[in-house]
């Protein structure tokens, strides 16, 4: 069935630092991207998102690549602070509509001042 | 404001037992989605629904049923629960359309002993 990749599973930054998160997926047909920050105790939250016809986006100190045809898409977190740390999700639709999503296992990402 | 509610923040049952987890959303969304969040495996696809009455199984169903009668409600049903199911499990949903944000409930922490 459909998968997504996610790499690394923990990453420790100092604060100011980038912090770079990647995934690949395996289904040619998906065509949404979007990632979610989980902070500790609290819902995921959508951060950022990407569709299949682009392949940069950025808001702000986040940016979303994507590679279609080696089917890997990044996370780009730069200036980091103390309050970007959380577990962080990536995400690939399974489905037309880009209702469905398959996520990966998530990054812990810690940010040390 | 998106409100997604589950019925119980923690619940404790024994083997065996039948389990019945609800979700409501006040804004009117046309999905809904059912995940369990186990540490090291992210969140992984039960269930979703597209309309009511309407269910299409995720990646991992095996132990689990739905329901939705009502648009706002999607429940989620362990038959007969074992230790196994024991997890944290989210909710979700989405207006129609392409490519929105899943708004995630609070989560329901089961622990069956």
């Known amino acids: 069935g459909e998968n997504v990749e996610q790499h690394p599973s923990t990453l420790s930054v100092q604060e100011g630092d980038s912090a770079v998160i990647k995934c690949t997926y395996s289904?040619?047909?998906?065509?949404?991207f979007p990632w979610y920050k989980q902070e500790l105790g609290k819902r995921p939250q959508l951060i950022i998102d990407i569709r299949s016809n682009v392949g940069e986006k950025k808001d702000q100190r986040i940016a979303v690549t994507l590679n279609k045809t080696a089917k890997h898409f990044s996370l780009h977190i730069t200036e980091t602070q103390p309050e970007d740390s959380a577990v962080y999700f990536c995400a690939a639709s399974i489905n037309q509509a880009g209702t469905a999503l398959i996520f990966g296992k998530g990054t812990t990402l810690s940010v040390s001042s | 404001d998106v409100k997604v509610t589950q019925s119980s923040r923690y619940l404790v049952k024994r083997t065996g037992e039948k389990v019945f987890l609800e979700c409501v959303q006040d804004m009117d969304h046309e999905n809904m989605f059912w995940y369990r969040q186990d540490p090291g495996l992210g969140l992984r696809l039960i269930y979703f629904s597209y309309d009511v009455k309407m269910k299409e199984k995720g990646d991992i169903p095996e132990g689990y049923s739905v329901s939705r009668e009502k648009k706002e409600r999607f429940s989620l049903i362990l038959e007969s629960a074992s230790t196994n199911q024991t997890s944290m499990y989210l909710c979700?949903?989405?207006?129609?359309?392409?490519?929105?944000?899943?708004?995630f409930g609070p989560g329901t922490r089961l622990t069956v002993l």
């Open positions: 289904d040619s047909a998906s065509n949404y």
């Open positions: 979700a949903s989405i207006p129609r359309g392409v490519w929105n944000e899943q708004f």
